[in-house]
């Protein structure tokens, strides 16, 4: 697996956003205006940072880092169906808390998911996190 910054590839993150269902998330079906909109708006770089979560050069999903210029930021993290349930979710885990804390000297990481995500739970679980509210 490796992880690779967001070089400006629309096409690729609109295909993994709307060819997929986000059940844990607000809105399940992302269209593509949505996507393209917003990130003509930058919000996939203003303040924040996209990058890509590759299996021998295929993007399999994506970290998106909010607040990278506060001290505590916010991350989503999201895999094709595909590729759900493998492990790419803990080892993504694993390098985002390398970057954060040793690359960019972030002195927490804040992350959330609804408590009837038990994969991401689990992720969460075993790449160290701990579970502050509920």
Known sequence: MEIKL???EINDLVHLLTQNKWLYHTNP????????????EGYYQNNRETHWILEDGEK????????ID???PLFDLRLDANYRGKGYGVKALHWLQEY???????IRIEGYTRVDNIGMRKCFSKA???KEGY
């Open 100 to 106: 954060l804390f040793a690359e960019r000297k972030k």
């Open 6 to 8: 967001f070089e400006e």
């Open 128 to 130: 160290g996190f701990v």
């Open 70 to 72: 506060d001290t505590i």
């Open 29 to 40: 079906y992302i269209k593509e205006e949505a996507v393209r909109t917003a990130y003509a």
């Open 60 to 67: 399999v999903g994506f970290i998106f880092i909010h607040d």
